[in-house]
């Protein structure tokens, strides 16, 4: 999945940042990443705290510039391109924080996904469309999106994430902050969607049930890639499970891990 030059382009490669680097200021927080992310696959972004996780998902969403290296989606260079040009082009980015309306009705909240389409009766075929795929929509339609639990919620904003079709889902940890039933319905979802079809660039702090549901996944540390895999290599892989894991690994990293 990492990939060193653009020679190893194939055109199954969705997305490819090559020496990417970028910071918020006076300092460097990326410090040349390579990554490449197959069409269809999810592919999950572990690694410590600051390591620079979110930071990989704005300069990919463009919240973020990359001050170096290239970011391809799709084989272009869109690193100069604004946020609103790379949701045009597929890219939805869902942050870490809670982002409906919570005032708003969870329709009206799904709607909103399609905020860039003028053409209506197409926005409201795709929440209907939608709302087949998240149960939760149709369910609590008008209620208050801040009513609802945060794994709901959390649903939801998967769900208006769709609203634009998109090619590329970047998911900024999906799973904080939830119940354990609800974070299980939360990677269930994200396994669906690329089910689907869709691509997913997820960061997860939750190592075990990211990479579980990962079909590739890095390791961030210190701003540059450190190792990447199969989801399951990496949970395999004693290293990982000693650093990121935690006590409650299972099978033989645990057994390794713990030794
Ligand atoms: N808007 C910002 N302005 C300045 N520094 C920032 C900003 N956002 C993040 N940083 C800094 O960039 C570094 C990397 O942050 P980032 O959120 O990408 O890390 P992360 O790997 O996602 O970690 P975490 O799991 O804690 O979210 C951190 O030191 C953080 O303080």
Known sequence: MAAESTASETPTTLLHLSAVTAGYGAGLILKGVDLAVTRGEIVCLIGPNGAGKSTVLKTVSGLLRNAGGTVLFNGEDIGRLTSRERLARGIVHVPQDRSLFPTMTVWENVIMG??????????????????????????????????????????????????????????????????????????????????????????????????????????????????????????????????????????????????
Do not use: C, W
């Open 114 to 259: 399609g905020f860039i389409l003028s053409n209506h009766a197409l926005v409201k075929q795709r929440a209907e469309e939608v709302a087949e795929i998240f149960p939760i929509v149709a369910k609590r339609r008008s209620a208050a999106a801040g009513s609802l639990s945060g794994g709901e919620q959390k649903q939801v904003e998967l769900a208006r994430s769709l609203m634009l079709d998109p090619a590329l889902i970047l998911l900024d940890e999906p799973s904080i902050g939830l119940d354990p039933k609800s974070r299980t319905s939360v990677f269930a979802s994200i396994a669906n969607l690329a089910r689907d079809g869709r691509t997913v660039l997820l960061v997860e702090q939750n190592a075990r049930s990211g990479l579980a549901v990962a079909h590739m996944a890095a390791v961030l540390e210190a701003g540059r890639v450190a190792l990447t895999g199969t989801g399951q290599s990496l949970l395999d892989d004693p290293e990982v499970a000693r650093l990121y894991l935690g006590a409650s690994a299972q099978g033989p990293s645990a057994a390794l891990a713990t030794r």
